[in-house]
Every structure is written in structure tokens, then in C-alpha cells.
């Protein structure tokens, strides 16, 4: 699966943002789905996780309650609402695709298989 991450962009502190990350091919529902971002020096890390249906979702805590993983699979795209962003959420922000973990859904300890191109969020203060 080719995967196209958009919805990158400069926001201020306090506002919203919504990728989306866009795949290709047919079986988009046979995949968990997640996003990540890395930040200039620092390791990636997942933020938010699904499963195939988007029934069942993981976030990492310096996001809960203001991200939302979401995924319509009649259009082979995954979200992330991201409201409320701080300064400290700047970051490239990475979509994934994973064939293991598609009942639960991504979260740590599973390394996707496919990772989009990547998009910029920059919030300033």
C-alpha cells in the first residue's frame, strides 16, 4: 500500500488541524492504521492508533483529549484531528499502515510495515 500524508500547515497555539493520509489499493481495511510525528532531535513516536474498522483506538497521553484518529475505509484515508495544538506539537507528522495488529490496532511494540511521505505542522505561540 502507497500511503500520502496532507493537511500539514502553520497554525497558532490554541487552534486546529486535519490530516489525512490517503492510500492506495483496494485491501486499505486489512490495515491497522496510525500516526507519528518527529520532532527536530527527537526519536518518532506514535501518537494515536486504529484498528481496520476504527472501532478500537490508542493515544499516546501527550495527545489524549485533543487528537482524534478516525478512518473511512470507502475512501481508503485515515484522519488526525488535532485541536487545541501547542507549540510543543510542532513536528513532522508521519501516517502508517500495519498488516499485524489490525483487531486492536496500532499502538507500541508494533512496527508498521508502510509509513506516508510525511507533512509539517508548525504551531506558533
Known amino acids: 500500500v502507497q500511503l500520502q500524508a496532507s493537511g500539514g500547515g502553520l497554525v497558532q497555539a490554541g487552534g486546529s488541524l486535519r490530516l489525512s493520509c490517503a492510500a492506495s489499493?483496494?485491501?486499505?481495511?486489512?490495515?491497522?492504521m496510525g500516526w507519528y510525528r518527529q520532532a527536530p532531535g527527537k526519536e518518532r513516536e506514535l501518537l494515536a492508533g486504529?484498528?481496520?474498522?476504527?472501532?478500537?483506538?490508542y493515544y499516546a497521553d501527550s495527545v489524549k483529549g485533543r487528537f482524534t484518529i478516525s478512518r473511512d475505509n470507502a475512501k481508503n484515508t485515515a484522519f488526525l484531528q488535532m485541536n487545541s495544538l501547542k507549540p510543543e506539537d510542532t513536528a513532522v507528522y508521519y501516517c502508517?499502515?500495519?498488516?499485524?495488529?489490525?483487531?486492536?490496532?496500532?499502538?507500541?511494540?508494533?512496527?508498521?510495515?508502510?509509513w506516508g511521505q510525511g507533512t509539517q505542522v508548525t504551531v506558533s505561540s
Open positions: 486504529t484498528n481496520w474498522s476504527g472501532g478500537r483506538t
Open positions: 489499493g483496494r485491501t486499505f481495511s486489512s490495515y491497522a
Open positions: 502508517a499502515a500495519s498488516t499485524y495488529g489490525t483487531g486492536l490496532g496500532i499502538r507500541p511494540g508494533i512496527s508498521p510495515d508502510y
